[in-house]
């Protein structure tokens, strides 16, 4: 599997098949699920806490550490995907009109190089 042929869909389906085969639908309610999610991004937070912007970025270059990050963006994933088959979203749906709000909010011209509307370079 990788991200170039691999499917919104086929992840969900992953993870459906993982959920079903445990017989774990009575625990993944959408209240479980938001809360495991949350606490997975938290273990993903772990792995950089007190690093320098420059040692994040280095991250990425030390095998070990891109591991241990790799599964733990693994978990927030399963998490996520877990939630939309629950709630039974269509992510791409969600994700697109997510961008476009966000695309209206922060347009290009005005934030281009800028952090948010409280940046004191803002336009």
């Known amino acids: 599997m990788n991200d170039r042929e691999t ?3 086929a992840m969900r389906q992953r993870v459906e098949q993982f959920v079903a085969c445990r017989d774990w639908h009575p625990f993944h309610t959408p209240k479980n ?7 997975e991004a ?19 270059g030390d095998p070990e550490r891109i591991t241990g990050i790799a599964d733990e963006l693994a978990d927030v994933l399963c998490y996520a995907l877990a939630l939309a ?13 997510k961008m476009a709000k966000n695309e209206a909010k922060y347009p290009a ?8 509307p409280d940046d004191p370079n803002a336009r």
Do not use: C
Request: proline content about 2%; aromatic content about 10%; cysteine-free.
């Open 42 to 60: 938290a273990e993903l937070m772990e792995h950089f806490q007190w690093l320098t912007p420059e040692q994040s970025r280095a991250a990425a």
């Open 33 to 39: 699920l938001a809360m495991s999610l949350a606490i």
């Open 7 to 9: 499917t919104v869909e």
């Open 85 to 97: 088959n629950a709630l039974d979203l269509d992510l791409s749906s969600a994700f697109e009109r």
């Open 109 to 116: 011209d005005k934030y281009r190089g800028v952090f948010g």
